[in-house]
Nanobody, 122 residues
Framework: VQLQASGGGLVQAGGSLRLSCAAS????????MAWFRQAPGKEREFVAR????????YYATSVRGRFTISGDNAKDTVYLQMNSLKPEDTAVYYC????????????????WGQGTLVTVSS
């Protein structure tokens, strides 16, 4: 199982970015896909997750209403649309896959991408 994240970059506060995570190697029909992030000196934290059939999404309080997670099963790709970005959103963003029981904890997820850096300037 391989996950490849992309789409990070430098953006001003209030701007938008869309992250992509392309999956390969297995069929993900039973997986939960999620995004986590890790800021310098901080622990990795949950951002958003989606079931592979797209019928359920869940967001961290800090991003709810600003970020949207979505998926395209035909492309085996998950997206994170980030709007109204704030300097505190600056972090390396990781996409990850877990089985159907995965919730909002790092320990729930078995497969991780390499991360993509998002920097939000004030």
């Amino acid at each position: 199982v391989q996950l490849q994240a992309s789409g990070g970059g430098l953006v001003q506060a209030g701007g938008s970015l869309r992250l992509s995570c392309a999956a390969s190697g297995r069929t993900f029909s039973s997986y939960v896909m999620a995004w986590f992030r890790q800021a310098p000196g901080k622990e990795r934290e949950f951002v958003a997750r989606i079931t592979r059939n797209g019928d359920s999404t869940y967001y961290a309080t800090s991003v709810r209403g600003r970020f949207t997670i979505s998926g395209d099963n035909a492309k085996d790709t998950v997206y994170l649309q980030m709007n109204s970005l704030k300097p505190e959103d600056t972090a390396v963003y990781y996409c990850t896959a877990g089985d159907y029981r995965a919730t909002s904890y790092v320990r729930d997820y078995n497969y991780w991408g390499q991360g993509t850096l998002v920097t939000v300037s004030s």
